[in-house]
């Protein structure tokens, strides 16, 4: 045996340094037999010194796997990969318990060196990180759930928050709020089933989620038969308003083929200076956006007709196509000195 990997293996004061060490640690020479196997290492696999001691990894006595379930004793030892490069390496493998139960450590790796600089062997350090998958896992269940019920702005500023401890600070943001509002709701949910209720939202709801990505905006809030969304590109909201009604006109055609009621949308959009801040309580806050431009849009859309897309000058102006909008009428909203010129999209399905 080589003599410095004897002096660690029988080294009183090198032994009881490493088994008082939390972590699994293991020895092997060039030719992976295990020499040294510490406490941890016992409790951690409940594989006993006596049970490892002098065999060889390819014995496959922990039939190490990595992530994607390769083995890695026989054909892809990181042991054998450390020696070969000299290099220290860390990965993330799947061991067999004593108990034929897997289990998930993290690994680091690194060769060993005789005065000569030889590579005699290699020295591998291990966790048990079980507690921490499930942590992982949760947090990314977690973290999945609660995007179907905030806002995608709302989650990235908690997740920001999470990682840096900074408060929310209200700002000014210059945007474009796009309303929806099922045409007719009232009388639907009054005449129909609450499961087709549900249904025939869950439907409005999931198509106007979709397009609203896909053009780079943001689901800001779902309020009863109605969605608000905000885009800092006039140019996407409309895009994105234009989908809706198009895909609205592929679905109501499915509909009247099955003999169901067809579904009409009322749209609105407006754009301006907004205020973005925390509302709410010390226990519930909603990261949301106020602001003339807000109820502004929400006006538009209550007086537009079925299937069209209002907007008012103020979002006209910022886009960079402006055919096929005209000219609708003027509106003195509440609280407002100065009326507010509406027009309206016209082309072959609206």
């Not at 496959?60 to 994607?68: P, S, T």
């Not at 990969?81 to 220290?88: N, P, V």
């Not at 690994?107 to 290699?122: C, F, L, M, N, Q």
């Not at 602001?291 to 859309?301: E, L, T």
Request: charged share 30%.
């Amino acid at each position: 045996m080589n003599e410095l990997l004897q002096k660690i293996i029988t080294d009183p004061d090198i032994n009881t340094l490493l088994n008082a060490i939390y972590d699994g640690v293991y020895i092997v020479n060039r030719d992976r037999e295990i020499l040294f196997w510490n406490d941890s290492a016992e409790r951690i696999t409940g594989h006993r010194r006596l049970e490892v001691m002098r065999r060889h990894c390819a014995d496959n006595i922990l039939n190490h796997i990595d992530e994607d379930g390769n083995s890695l004793c026989l054909n892809m030892c990181p042991l054998v990969k450390s020696m070969e490069t000299d290099k220290t390496l860390e990965a993330k493998v799947f061991p067999l318990h004593k108990d034929k139960t897997r289990f998930p450590v993290v690994t680091r790796i690194s060769p060993i060196k005789d005065s000569a600089g030889e590579i005699v062997g290699a020295i591998e350090v291990f966790r048990d990180i079980t507690k921490d998958e499930d942590l992982r896992i949760l947090q990314e269940k977690f973290n999945k759930l609660i995007k179907k019920y905030v806002s995608k702005t709302t989650y990235s500023e908690i997740e920001k928050r999470a990682k840096t401890g900074l408060k929310e600070t209200p700002s000014m943001r210059d945007m474009t709020i796009l309303y929806v509002d099922v045409a007719g709701f009232s009388l639907f949910a009054e005449c129909n089933d609450i499961n087709d209720v549900a249904k025939m939202l869950n439907e409005v709801f999931c198509l106007c989620e979709v397009i609203t990505k896909e053009f780079h905006g943001d689901i800001d809030k779902f309020m009863g038969d109605s969605i608000m969304a905000t885009f800092i590109d006039a140019n996407d909201a409309v895009d994105a308003a234009k989908k809706i009604i198009t895909e609205l006109a592929t679905l109501n055609a499915k509909k009247a083929k099955d003999g169901k009621e067809q579904i009409g949308l009322h749209i609105g959009i407006n754009s301006g200076k907004v205020l973005q801040a925390e509302i709410g309580t010390s226990e519930r806050k909603d990261l949301t956006v106020l602001g003339d431009p807000v109820n502004i849009a929400a006006h538009i859309q209550r007086m537009s007709t079925p299937n069209t897309i209002f907007l008012t000058e103020s979002t006209l102006s910022r886009l960079r196509n402006k055919e096929n909008f005209v000219f609708h009428d003027k509106i003195l909203p509440k609280g407002k000195k100065e009326p507010i010129a509406v027009y309206k999209f016209i082309n072959g399905i609206i």
